[in-house]
């Protein structure tokens, strides 16, 4: 059986220390400014920079991990401490764009749910 896409107990505590509305503002901001990252991760996989590759996936994985997305969590991970190699990897940006946009609709549906 496969993983939820958003790790309930880990969403449920978000809620519980931050309340429903702020949990709901937070989803708002990561849907706007997730895609930037996503974007700034191929940027600068093609400009070659490592470290800004780097605070892009970092930034993307702590965003994931905070609703308990943890698989897009972990892919962003893998990207950040494998630098600009882990990017390379034959369709490493696609796959995470995809699990992005499938962690987009699981919370959508969990904020209006």
Do not use: C, W
């Not at 790790?7 to 309340?19: P, V």
């Not at 905070?66 to 990017?87: C, H, K, N, S, V």
């Amino acid at each position: 059986m496969a993983a939820p896409l958003i790790d309930a107990a880990t969403f449920a505590e978000l809620q519980a220390s931050a309340g429903a509305d702020f949990v709901g503002e937070l989803i708002d901001t990561f849907f706007e400014e997730a895609p930037t990252m996503l974007a700034e991760l191929r940027r600068t996989l093609a400009a070659g920079e490592v470290e800004a590759f780097r605070r892009a996936a970092h930034s993307l994985k702590s965003n994931a991990n905070t609703f308990g997305a943890l698989a897009l969590g972990a892919m962003a991970r893998e990207l950040e401490l494998g630098g600009l190699d882990a990017g390379k990897a034959p369709d490493a940006l696609d796959r995470l764009d995809k699990e992005y946009r499938r962690v987009v609709a699981a919370l959508s549906e969990l904020r209006h749910g």
